[in-house]
């Protein structure tokens, strides 16, 4: 029932009924072999996530329903990052997720702003082709696992780029399959079911290959490859439940 309801209901829908599950699913994972770096909760495992392509056993928190993807960018910005400091940064975060979106709005450092297409926890939609909002505003811009959904990616990264002020940095994450040197793309593909087996799931456009750094230099981006298995222990990896394959791309204007 759990993966049926993932793969089949409309993403506003989904984030309102994760409301819920995120009261009951703790319960049923009570125990200490995994460990949440963001809740700062131990279970007895996280729950499965992904589509038939690129399904994943044991990586969803059960209570703030981080991925591996959240817990690396959490351990970045808390211990590699000036977020949480008493600096002064006004954020721009598109797509918010749940598991970051209260937490910030609650640092007295940030000036926070949360904007998404459709998204009802979003305190503005717009379409990130064309942002409504002035260039050189922001400090720091989240932006994970969008770039894959756009008609433009390029278009879209470079008014991330525009609204950023100069010295400031972002995070974009996407899924990206290492095993290919170029980005795939196909706009014949267009049956969902197809775009899930080419792209990893049914609303992607787009699977990102080792050139996506160059997708964000082509916007204006300079870029820095941080890897978090140069400072953290093997247990902990496992322990968190992250991928030490998996790369941040610090992108800096």
Same mark, same amino acid.
Request: aromatic residues 10%.
């Given at each position: 029932m759990y993966s049926f309801l993932l793969n089949r209901l409309p993403r506003p829908l989904l984030i309102r009924l994760s409301y819920v599950f995120r009261w009951v699913a703790p319960i049923l994972f009570r125990g200490n072999r995994v460990e949440c770096p963001v809740c700062e909760q131990s279970f007895s495992r996280f729950l499965s996530y992904?589509?038939?392509?690129?399904? %994943?056993? +044991?990586?969803?928190?059960? #209570?703030? /329903?981080?991925?591996? %993807?959240? %817990?690396?960018?959490?351990?970045? /910005? #808390?211990?590699?990052?000036?977020?949480?400091? +008493? #600096? #002064?940064?006004?954020?721009l975060h598109i797509a918010p997720e749940q598991c970051f979106i209260h937490r910030f709005m609650k640092q007295p450092n940030l000036s926070y702003l949360t904007a998404d297409l459709e998204s009802p926890i979003a305190d503005l939609h717009f379409d990130l082709h064309e942002i409504p909002l002035e260039s050189d505003r922001f400090d720091v811009v989240f932006c994970n696992h969008v770039m894959e959904h756009v008609a433009n990616p390029i278009q879209c990264m470079k008014e991330l780029f525009r609204v950023m002020r100069p010295g400031g940095w972002a995070i974009l994450q996407v899924p990206q399959d290492m095993t290919r040197d170029s980005t795939y793309e196909d706009a014949s593909i267009v049956l969902p079911e197809e775009r899930e087996k080419h792209f990893w799931q049914k609303d992607h456009v787009r699977l990102f290959g080792r050139d996506y750094p160059d997708y964000l230099r082509k916007a204006g981006f300079t870029v820095e490859e941080f890897w978090l298995k140069d400072h953290l222990d093997q247990e902990i990896f496992n322990r968190y439940r992250i991928s030490e394959e998996e790369v941040l791309y610090i992108a800096k204007k």
């Open positions: 992904g589509s038939k392509v690129a399904h %994943r056993e +044991n990586v969803l928190c059960p #209570k703030d /329903l981080t991925l591996e %993807r959240h %817990r690396l960018m959490w351990l970045y /910005l #808390k211990d590699h990052s000036s977020f949480f400091t +008493n #600096k #002064k940064l006004s954020v």
